[in-house]
């Protein structure tokens, strides 16, 4: 067998709040025998919401589609003002397991849009997480995911502009629409990138270590998710061959084929079982070395979403 090296960046995989969510639905899960609800996917990831629903939770677009006695999870990309009030009138009760760090672009949006902002959320028009920012604002508010984006926009260049980022944005696409920001509008007030969270950051970073040495890059993660999406555009940019896979047997063998060295990351939202089962997949092809790049530690920890409604 050819050897193959195998690169895996460090960190990667689930971010804290991922874990929190999950875990808040499987703790509810074992709480109480009421049925549980999850509007939206919990995560974006197949994988984790195929175990969950082999465990009896559903998944829904709206709560309408909840039963009235089902308990009902908010996922962690976070909803507007409107959703949240109609889940806090449901007699039923309800969990929410918006991470912490998209709550906290809640309250910059808000408060920017309180002093007389028009807001622009950097992101992508229709990720939840975007829908949720937007539904805290209450005033003008617009999206833009690129420079020609914010050339589309329809405020005047006198208004006062604040942004605020979608979390699992790329670092450099978020800076490049700021820039265009600050380019197009005299007043622009925002928090540069810092509401990029940690997670999106580090995956980001300990990705573009790896691509120097590696000839192919492979990201494990949904084609829903965001960061996913991201980590590959970030492989791409640094030149080499980014494939996104969701499981495992996706990945070509003829992908491999060529490459002496390998890098491999995955999404916010992938469990590590799904690296697992690629090393398993790579080690049937070649004689595969594997060495972890980076530092697996972040210590960024949540505290549990509050399950006394569950009581
Ligand atoms: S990627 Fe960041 S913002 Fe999104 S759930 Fe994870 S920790 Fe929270």
């Not at 709040?17 to 025998?33: F, I, L, M």
């Amino acid at each position: 067998m050819r050897p193959l090296t195998v690169l895996l960046a460090a960190p990667r995989g689930f971010c804290a709040g991922v874990r929190r969510a999950v875990q808040a639905v499987e703790d509810a899960r074992a709480a109480t025998d009421r049925p549980i609800y999850v509007r939206h996917q919990i995560i974006h990831n197949r994988r984790v919401t195929d175990r969950l629903e082999t465990a009896g939770v559903r998944f829904v677009d709206e709560l309408e589609q909840i039963p009235p006695d089902a308990v009902t999870v908010l996922s962690a990309h976070g909803v507007g003002r409107e959703v949240a009030g109609q889940a806090a009138r449901r007699a039923a009760p309800v969990l929410d397991a918006t991470c912490p760090l998209v709550r906290r672009v809640h309250l910059e949006a808000a408060r920017s849009a309180q002093a007389g902002r028009k807001i622009v959320v950097i992101g992508h028009e229709g990720h939840p997480e975007v829908t949720g920012i937007l539904g805290h604002i209450d005033g003008e508010a617009a999206v833009a995911a690129s420079p020609a984006e914010v050339e589309a926009l329809g405020f005047a260049p006198e208004d006062p502009v604040a942004y605020v980022v979608q979390t699992t944005l790329s670092v450099d696409d978020a800076r490049a629409v700021i820039a265009a920001l600050h380019a197009r509008y005299a007043d622009v007030a925002g928090p540069d990138v810092r509401t990029i969270c940690y997670a999106t950051q580090n995956r980001q970073t300990a990705l573009r270590r790896i691509a120097g040495r590696a000839d192919r890059l492979v990201v494990c993660g949904a084609r829903n998710s965001s960061n996913a999406n991201r980590l590959r555009e970030v492989g791409e940019a640094e030149g080499r061959p980014t494939l996104l896979i969701e499981e495992a047997g996706e990945l070509p063998r003829a992908f491999v084929e060529e490459a002496e060295v390998l890098g491999v990351t995955a999404a916010a939202s992938t469990p590590e079982e799904l690296v697992q089962e690629l090393l398993d997949r790579l080690a049937s092809w070649r004689a595969i070395s594997v060495s972890e790049v980076g530092d697996p530690e972040e210590n960024v920890r949540f505290a549990p979403v509050d399950l006394g409604a569950l009581a």
